[in-house]
């Protein structure tokens, strides 16, 4: 083919994250030197992001089936049926670094990209949930700021778009100084049968880009291939700060689900990270079919940009579809009704290829299995180390603290005290479906047209993962399922964000792997498959890896909205009970361990998995039968901790009375999976006891909470309790 | 009882609005590069990011062609409620006193607020009480309101509702969450009665009697 | 000042008027200190539009009908 | 230009860096037609920081700082 520009060099190759190896590769492939549009193509389709080169085997091994699935991993993102023939569309995606160089446009352009590969799919978004890591807010200025700016970019967003933040959760550990990490989750619904796929289909279909106009955003890498004509004066002209534009998102989410209700698409794409290369070639894949560009065609943002750059940038609020020539001038008419901009940049060949022309002349020319398939996959060398790499954490409780100290101390460190002041800067009751707001209960609810519902749940504990990745992990699943049992919801499916450092580091290959195979062995337990999720890796700082980071993201159904379960003690006089626990919990890697400076543990206590989920389900079935008042699962802090959350929650003290214990602290603050902390009339209690374990140990009532163990009375007034639990405050001035 | 419900780019409550209005009446949305009322007995003017808040929040929005229609609705009488950026629209086009400013806080911030009613006099009170309390979330960055002579508008009974006590959620002058024009035709609120219909998603049905005022003042 | 294409550029400056609260100032007069810097006082913040038009007589207008809110902001036109 | 207190009145004038997305500007210019102001092009919004100073020599450093961010804000000092 002819050549534009001189030849990029091996080297150019390497600058842009090509192994030597790859690039010998891609020659192969040609049967040629790629030119420099085609090496920009390959440099990003071959990149870890796309190409999922050090996770694909492993992700091979995660159950992907199950009697809901409409749609498994493969699509924009996973879907399944949740009856009166509707689906549920749901993704969490990373925008980690991004949001490390400039936290308020990268969280917000997250949420932009995980709602647009939502509407791809032709499902309406109905949800975000976000999943936030920063470093110890108390000592790190810059954390601060971190989270600060991010949850500011996360409300901007989604609040301007009109879809609702109903749930999340925030961590905070030093390994996160360096990297934080900002992963958002959305969820849409559609009516199955008119949910589209990506794949391009019809010989001379015309492919039309619609949205924003394309500039210089995200160019970072790649510019290095401009180097031969720019000189240094021009390098600001390379920003690579993406800003997100809510308003025009909000344009290009009704223009996109107005033109699949007309039923004026074959297929639609997202343009996500890497832009234009991946979403045309995905579509050309996917659709066993070729496509031609023509970037002249491409409306720009800025002039003078070369087809590279237009092949590469990653402009936020665009979406490419395919239509039949027919019904190219309604499409556009669409478009213009929503004041979106709509072009025709090109058309589906059978020439297998993507060809990229500026105007008539070809740029590129790369066989669609190259660029898609044909990236090389690499198997990690896994080796575990001698014990969790990670300095203990500053000890901020003295080791003779009291309970009473203690309780407190919990309540009020970053980790477990209220995230009120983050998720009243989220708009949770946009599109009138939420049953259940952040603390109402442990799971958020949407009502579906039908009167039922779904509960949607993400977690994600790093800590644990990081002392023990696969019973961690393993963890991180059983507390999203305990969340949905607390609101009567089954689950349906998994989406996971898999946070991790360098996979080519061994140690780190090894917490990956454990990981998955964790995430793996969970869901086959509870019957639940993994329809989607994402991948991010090389998530380091000068200190080294962040916690091994899986984030679970659960989506249920339950069949009475109007019976969703909430977590606050209710009713004065009602018993309370501890329910599912048939073994102490331990201290090991607990929050109380944290407060005190403990270093983490190697390993983790094992769990039973076919009892969890009898557990599980038998909570599950007492919340839907609506007898008991309050359902919450004891997560970190432990089973005192727990009860203080449901009389804050519930504006009510309770009264416990625990009789003797041979290890009290483990017993108060100790943490293990399958607890659960239910109130109620005497007999729901007995009911539920037929099938779980279970403590009958207090009363709800008064306004404090006492406690009875061993003899000893300890008594908080709940005005005490919850001046600890709004600390987070401080961080949002 | 025709409702109309204005739908601009970047309305985001439009169909919760219209959702709403349909418990007390018909509701249909209006499109804003429209010029037809579609013969509407009352129009919502919805919360939301009409272009984005950019600029100033309603600023471009009150110069779409429908608003020309309200506009003219509202002069003759007809009742218009502005809820949230609807309140800010109707600010902007002068059809309400005052304008509404950045939170004292500088954040977007969605709570319950109790709200408290004092006039009844209104095309969208008067299934209240005066004094009554409503309990309706709000949720915006922009809702602290000003006027310039706030005596006036207070002896003038344009004040309509009131944060109570504590509740201000965002520095509003004299603690104002609501008001209307001098005909007691165009009312303008931040919080979202809209969101208040319904027990099982609103925790609480407050909002409704706002939107049954209207059928009543048509009744 | 001249605009590319022989129009002219302008400069539109949008200040919240006296006596009006301005939080954003407040944040900022409060920020610096902590950062170090002193005798910082009487910090306001406003917006910048900067525009090319053809026919400059009609920036007053524009600026009363849609860049400023004369309620609340005061403009002033650099040209 | 002098401030009461005989310190400096400094304004900052905060800019969208070329090349970076500005969705205020974009949407004002699309709206102004509309309002029947043709010919008006190039719309940039950006932000106005006025401060009195007593050492102006502060200034360039507040901005990198706090008033603007640099990574997708340029500044310009007007004394
Ligand atoms: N951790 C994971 N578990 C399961 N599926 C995954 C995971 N990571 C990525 N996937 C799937 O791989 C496909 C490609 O992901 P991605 O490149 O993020 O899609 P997009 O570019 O549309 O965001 C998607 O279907 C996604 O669901
Ligand atoms: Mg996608």
Redesign the pocket.
């Known amino acids: 083919m002819p050549d534009t520009a001189t030849l990029p060099t091996i080297d150019d190759a390497v600058a842009l994250g090509l192994t030597r190896d790859e690039y010998a590769l891609i020659v192969d492939k040609l049967g040629r030197a790629p030119n420099q549009v085609e090496l920009a193509m390959f440099s990003l389709l071959w990149s870890e ?2 190409a ?1 080169k050090h ?1 694909k085997l492993l ?1 091979k091994t ?1 159950p ?1 089936e199950g009697r809901h699935v409409v749609m ?7 879907a399944v049926a949740v009856g009166d023939g509707l689906a549920v569309a749901f ?1 969490v ?1 990373s925008h980690n670094h991004p949001s490390a160089v400039e936290p308020f446009q990268g969280a917000a352009t997250g949420v932009g ?2 709602l647009r ?1 939502i509407f ?1 799919l032709g499902a309406r978004p109905i949800a975000v949930l976000d999943s936030l890591r920063f470093g110890e807010p108390e000592a790190s200025e810059r954390s601060r700021y971190l989270l600060d700016h991010a949850v500011a970019g996360i409300g901007h967003y989604g609040n301007s778009i009109g879809v609702p933040t109903i749930g999340g959760e925030v961590y905070f550990e030093g390994p996160y100084e360096q990297n934080c990490l900002v992963n958002a989750m959305a969820l849409g619904l559609a009516a199955t049968d008119r949910m589209v796929r990506s794949a391009a289909a019809g010989v001379g279909n015309v492919v039309v880009l619609f949205g924003a106009s394309t500039g210089r955003d995200g160019i970072g890498g790649a510019s290095v291939l401009a180097s031969a004509e720019l000189g240094e004066a021009d390098a600001d002209k390379r920003p690579s700060v993406q800003v997100g534009d809510p308003f025009a998102g909000k344009k290009l989410m009704e223009c996109s689900l107005d033109l699949l209700d007309r039923g004026l698409l074959v297929a639609l ?2 343009l ?3 832009g234009l290369t ?1 979403s045309a070639s ?1 579509m050309a894949s996917k659709g066993g079919v070729g496509i031609d560009l023509d970037v002249a065609r491409v409306p720009l943002r800025e002039a003078g940009m070369e087809p590279f750059e237009i092949m590469v940038s990653e402009s936020q609020e665009r979406m490419l579809c395919v239509c039949e020539p027919a019904r190219l001038d309604d499409v556009l008419a669409v478009c213009a009704r929503w004041e979106v901009h709509g072009t025709a940049i090109g058309e589906v060949t059978d020439t297998g290829s993507m060809r990229i022309f500026d105007g008539d002349e070809l740029v590129a020319d790369v066989p669609v299995p190259a660029l898609v398939d044909d990236c090389p996959v690499y198997t990690l060398a896994p080796e575990p180390p001698e014990a969790p790499p990670y300095p203990a954490p500053v000890r901020v409780l003295a080791a003779d603290a009291s309970v009473q100290d203690a309780l407190l101390a919990l309540l009020a460190s970053p980790n477990l005290a209220s995230r009120r002041p983050l998720f009243e800067q989220y708009d949770w009751i946009v599109q009138s479906r939420t049953v259940r707001r952040p603390e109402e209960a442990d799971a958020a609810v949407l009502a579906l047209p039908d009167g039922s519902a779904l509960g949607v749940a993400i977690d994600g504990n790093g800590r644990r993962v990081a002392a023990d990745p696969y019973r961690g992990t393993i963890a991180a699943v059983l507390e999203c399922a305990a969340n949905l049992a607390c609101v009567g919801a089954e689950p349906l499916g998994v ?4 946070n991790f450092g360098n996979p080519e580091k061994a140690h780190v290959a090894w917490q990956l792997a454990e990981s ?1 195979r964790g ?1 793996g062995d969970a869901c086959r337990a509870l019957g639940v498959p ?6 991010s890796l090389y998530n380091e700082g000068g200190a080294g890896p962040i916690y091994p980071t899986p984030v679970i993201g659960m989506v249920g159904h339950l069949p009475d909205a109007n019976r969703a379960g909430r977590l606050g003690f209710a009713r004065e006089g009602d018993a309370i009970a501890l329910a599912g626990w048939d073994a102490a919990p331990s201290l090991a890697a607990s929050e109380l361990s944290k407060l005190h400076g403990e270093p983490l543990p190697d390993g983790l206590p094992e769990v039973d998995l076919a009892r969890e989920r009898a557990v599980l389900e038998a909570i599950r079935d007492a919340v839907r039968a609506g007898e008991l008042r309050s359902c919450h699962d004891i997560a970190e802090g432990g089973f005192l901790v727990a009860v203080a959350e449901c009389c804050l929650a519930g504006g009510l003290g309770a009264t416990l009375d625990l009789g003797p214990s041979d290890d009290p602290w483990a017993h108060l603050f100790g943490e293990r999976p399958g607890g659960f902390i239910v109130s109620g009339p005497r007999a729901a209690l007995d009911a539920l006891a037929t099938r779980v374990p279970l403590d009958v140990f207090g009363t709800v009532g008064g306004d404090a909470l006492e406690l009875r163990i061993a003899g000893a009375t300890t008594r908080w007034p709940l005005g005490g309790l919850g001046d600890a639990h709004r600390r987070l405050a401080r961080y949002f001035p | 009882m025709k409702f109309g419900v204005v739908r601009f780019p970047g309305s985001c409550d439009d169909v919760d609005a219209q959702l709403a209005a349909s418990r007390v009446g018909e509701a249909v949305l209006l499109w804003h590069a429209d010029r037809d009322l579609q013969g509407a007995d009352a129009i919502i003017v919805p919360g939301g990011f009409s272009y984005g808040d950019y600029l100033r929040a309603g600023a471009i929005a009150r110069f779409a062609p429908i608003m020309e229609e309200v506009i003219a609705f509202a002069r003759d009488g007809g009742p218009v409620l502005g809820i949230c950026n609807g309140f800010q629209v109707l600010c902007e086009a002068g059809l309400l006193p005052g304008a509404l400013l950045p939170n004292d806080h500088l954040r977007f911030r969605c709570r319950q607020v109790t709200v408290e009613v004092l006039n009844t006099d209104t095309a969208f009170t008067r299934a209240c009480e005066v004094g009554e309390r409503l309990s309706i979330p709000c949720k915006h960055t922009t809702g602290r309101y000003y006027a310039p002579d706030p005596d006036a508008l207070e002896a003038g009974g344009q004040v309509v509702l009131r944060y109570a006590p504590g509740e201000n959620p965002n520095g509003s002058l004299r603690d104002i969450a609501g008001v209307c024009n001098e005909g007691r035709n165009v009312v303008g609120l931040m919080p979202h009665p809209e969101h208040a219909v319904d027990e099982r998603v609103g925790g609480s049905a407050d909002g409704l009697k706002l939107f049954a005022s209207a059928a009543v003042a048509l009744a | 000042m001249a605009a590319e294409d022989g129009g002219l550029r302008a400069r539109v400056l949008i200040r919240p008027k006296a006596g009006i609260l301005d939080p954003q100032g407040i944040a900022v007069e409060r920020a610096l200190p902590a950062l170090g810097f002193k005798g910082v006082s009487n910090v306001h913040v406003g917006r910048l539009v900067e525009l090319d038009v053809e026919d400059a007589s009609q920036l007053d207008e524009m600026c009363r009908r849609l860049l400023a809110n004369p309620l609340i902001e005061d403009y002033e036109i650099v040209k």
């Open positions: 992001h796309c999922y996770s992700l995660l992907t498994g991993p493969g699509e924009n993102a996973g993704k995606e990209g995980i590969d791809a794409q997202d996500g990270a890497a991946s995905e989406t996971n964000n898999l998955v995430l993994v329809t989607g999720g994402n991948v």
